[in-house]
């Protein structure tokens, strides 16, 4: 039995829970098809994925599939298609072996579409492409085709087609009905294969088949096939394509040979992680592993201590089969990381803050208080649930004022995160409205400054210091001594200057600027007191630079919506009131218009329930959100 790992991936409302509704349906695990609408898909079970109509969690689903050339296991990843959960995609990449790339008919490219082929061109996962809804969409499909050529950096390969009565027809089960021109393209990306085709008038080798087959894993070739995922026209043709395409080879680096994809709890397993093996290894060579890291064992490694069970069945496993997804139970001495291989816990010690997504700090924030101070560790627990199966989440526990604050992607993320949490229990929890992060930055400037203060009727000084305050490129804070001072009054200069920089004019930590110290005549006399003297006239003098030279800044959101063309009007005079500056309106076919825009994050809170309220539940949206000295939003100045 051959094991396939398939990604899904489309942008939101593209149809790829529903493709992999039909797929199971197919495959015969299921005996009839769920629809998002019912909200009884196998994918998505979560009530906020019922409610919503859209993917929160990655899903995992293993099939059987017979094809002319061999039987395979399919282990079908159905990942979720909102920007919100964005991590949760780009930690399967190393372990997804082929992805299917869900396009909708009758539009260009989507934004998250788009993102995520840039994300699995990077990691090199062969990709094959299917244009999805053509049953209500026929031949509009040029567009889609355009803007991924443009987007791919090549022409992709169309191969399906309508014969004269209007029968969809694919290539690999009739190759012979499609044109020459499209077997050229088979093999055009490989200089050998068509030299060989060429020195074989007679055709005995089908080379057409064999570009089709080894084009997508090198990079050259993208396929692309049609139909629809609700009526299940095109959706086996799919996979044997799929099955066809040389498969990303799997990866072999230091380590141990276990990739972790995802983390999930439940009352039977309790923590347990869906981890992709690299190569066949024991449990008992595991612990070998763990051996020539001089790791401190704890008890559970003695032997059959690994707790591997099949996805299926529950039963336990001691073999571990390369590219077979198999669940792992959490114990004290491993530690799993999404997107990471599987570590050992060394030395006796934990993980040290080591969640992957402290990459890119977060601005979305809500504060959380307990009703009833003595039930914080209660939900401090379900909390730590949360953060420990999405590391999206952050959380901050403030131990000076009791409170948690709890970090997400975005406002929907936060929003579903606060939900789950509350679920099946009568504990009440206060929680404040979304928090946006802002800071001060310093305007174009280069200013020289004298600061020196005197206390005790005059006679005692801090000292003259002349120094230059000047913007950066950049959010950094920067203190650069172009003189030789004493270690002491060097750390006083720059605790005094960071603290300085924690309030601004707006109220808001200050960044962008750099201190430079061009010289500084110290006074004679008691040190402690020149020091307390140097960080009141540093406070003073700073701070005094901050109004007039400040403006207040934000993170920017760039907006993608679908809309009913009856529905533009209205939808442009709301973000009309958010400020937002439209960028593009394109009209799209079935009376749909494509429309972007931007607008500071603070100004489209709320834009996405408004929306479904606006235009009856129909419009969609996709917001992505960055903050970084390239990417903002200026608030006020």
């Not at 043709?237 to 990866?251: Q, S």
């Not at 530690?335 to 993980?351: A, C, D, M, V, Y």
């Amino acid at each position: 039995m051959k094991f396939r790992t398939v990604g899904i991936f489309a942008h939101i409302d593209s149809g790829k829970t529903t493709l992999t509704e039909r797929i199971l349906f197919e495959a015969g695990k299921i005996s009839a098809v769920g629809s998002i609408e019912d909200g009884n898909t196998e994918s998505d079970s979560l009530q906020e994925e019922i409610e919503r109509g859209i993917s929160i969690r990655t899903t995992f689903h293993s099939i059987p599939w017979k094809t002319t050339f061999g039987e395979f296991q399919i282990q079908i990843v159905d990942t979720p298609g909102h920007i919100d959960f964005r991590n949760q995609v780009t930690d399967l990449l190393p372990a997804m072996e082929t992805a299917i790339v869900v396009l909708e008919a009758g539009t260009v490219v989507q934004s998250q579409a788009r993102l995520v082929m840039e994300e699995l061109l990077l990691a090199k996962v062969p990709m094959v492409f299917f244009i999805n809804k053509l049953d209500r969409f026929g031949e509009e499909y040029l567009d889609t085709l355009v803007s991924l050529e443009e987007i791919l950096g090549g022409a992709p390969v169309t191969l399906f087609q309508r014969d004269s009565e209007g029968k969809m027809e694919y290539f690999l089960k009739a190759p012979a009905r499609f044109p020459k021109a499209v077997k050229e393209e088979l093999i055009s990306w490989n200089d050998d294969l068509m030299i060989s085709s060429w020195n074989d008038p007679s055709g005995q080798t089908d080379f057409p088949m064999i570009g089709l087959h080894a084009g997508p894993k090198e990079g050259k070739l993208y396929p692309v096939y049609g139909g629809s995922a609700k009526t299940g026209e095109g959706v086996r043709e799919l996979l044997d394509l799929v099955l066809w395409t040389e498969p990303k080879e799997p990866l072999f680096e230091e380590g141990i040979p276990v990739l972790v994809l995802s983390r999930r709890t439940n009352e039977e397993l309790g923590r347990y992680s869906v981890v992709y093996p690299t190569s066949e290894i024991t449990t008992k060579a595991l612990d070998g592993f763990a051996k020539k890291t001089n790791t401190i064992l704890p008890v559970f490694y003695e032997e059959g201590g690994f707790s591997f069970v099949d996805p299926e069945t529950l039963d336990p496993i001691s073999t571990l089969l390369p590219g077979k997804l198999v669940l792992l139970k959490e114990n004290s001495g491993l530690i799993s990381h999404p997107g990471k291989r599987l570590q050992f816990r060394t030395n006796g010690e934990g993980p040290k803050n080591s969640n992957p997504s402290d990459r890119i700090p977060s601005p979305f924030s809500v504060v959380i208080e307990p009703e009833h101070s003595n039930e914080k560790e209660f939900w401090l627990c379900r909390l730590e649930e949360l953060t420990w199966e999405d590391p999206g989440y952050q959380l901050q526990n403030k131990e000076d004022t009791g409170q948690l604050v709890l970090f997400g992607r975005g406002e929907l993320h936060l929003e579903i995160g606060i939900r789950r949490i509350r679920e099946r229990t009568e504990k009440k929890l206060n929680f404040s409205s979304i928090n946006i992060a802002k800071i001060e930055l310093l305007k174009k400037m280069s200013h020289k400054v004298a600061l020196e203060h005197r206390a005790f009727e005059d006679q005692k000084s801090s000292g003259a210091l002349i120094a230059v305050l000047e913007d950066t490129a950049d959010f950094s804070k920067q203190i650069a001594f172009e003189v030789s001072l004493p270690e002491e009054v060097k750390n006083s200069i720059e605790t005094s200057f960071q603290e300085a920089c924690l309030h601004g004019f707006y109220g808001e930590e200050v960044a962008g600027l750099r201190f430079r110290i061009l010289s500084y005549e110290m006074p004679k006399g008691d040190l402690q007191t020149t020091l307390t003297l140097l960080k009141v006239a540093i406070l003073a003098g700073v701070k005094e630079l901050f109004p007039s030279n400040t403006y207040l800044v934000g993170p920017l959101t760039e907006v993608d919506v679908m809309v009913d063309a009856d529905h533009l009007g209205v939808v442009l005079s709301d973000l009309s009131r958010r400020n937002a500056k439209v960028v593009s309106i394109l009209e799209a076919v079935a009376g749909k218009s494509h429309l972007k825009a931007n607008a500071p994050a603070q100004n489209l809170l709320g834009f996405s329930g408004a929306l479904r309220n606006m235009t009856k539940g129909i419009g969609i949206s996709w917001e992505r959100t960055a903050f970084t000295s390239e990417f903002h939003a200026v608030l006020k100045e």
